[in-house]
């Protein structure tokens, strides 16, 4: 996220290590390590929940967990000097999917950071949290509907951008080893 500012990106960094640090523990203890995207889920959704709350009205509970200090921080650096938490927001959790996997490698709980089903898992919480979000408005609370218009735009567009730019270039590569399963020819 080149537009995030280095300010903000300091501020940013040390919280958004300590999440994905809990993130990568939980996911180590997992069954299944396709079962991350349920704790990418409850963490995205947590996340945007609570800067969705601090933008209206500030939180309803008070809380010591990562998850809910990375909000506070996302919000205030994305407010205190005049811009939107919206960028902010893109870039901790795009520096979450990228350093979560590198976390289970070093910790030897995946043999590599990124393969297809890393992409499917991850894109579907990012996709899961985006729907859970929108559904959540009610009539009572129309004020609050541009919000989630917002937290649904920036949850799409980190699983767009994670897309073309890891996902893209992992099937080019993999339709070079394995062949192409499109018969289309244009």
């Known amino acids: 996220m080149p537009y995030v500012k280095e300010s903000h990106r300091k501020k940013l960094d040390p919280i958004v290590d300590l999440l994905s640090d809990e993130i990568a523990e939980a996911a180590s203890l ?90 499917a898992v991850t894109a579907g919480a990012l996709e899961r949290t985006a729907l859970a979000i929108s559904y959540e408005s009610s009539p009572k609370k129309e004020e609050e509907s541009w919000l989630n218009v917002v937290l649904v735009g920036v949850l799409l567009d980190i699983k767009d951008e994670y897309k073309r730019r890891v996902n893209v270039p992992y099937e080019m590569e993999q339709q070079k080893v394995n062949g192409d399963c499109y018969d289309v020819k244009l």
Do not use: C, M
């Open 30 to 119: 997992l069954e299944k390590p396709q079962q991350i995207g349920q704790v990418y889920f409850s963490t995205f959704f947590e996340v945007s929940r609570v800067v969705k709350e601090l933008a209206t009205s500030g939180p309803s509970s008070s809380s010591s967990k990562n998850s809910h200090r990375l909000a506070k921080l996302i919000f205030e650096t994305g407010t205190e000097d005049g811009s939107f938490w919206a960028g902010d927001l893109n870039y901790a959790l795009t520096r979450i999917i990228q350093i979560v996997p590198r976390k289970l490698v070093e910790k030897r709980k995946w043999e590599k950071e990124f393969r297809y089903w890393t992409y």
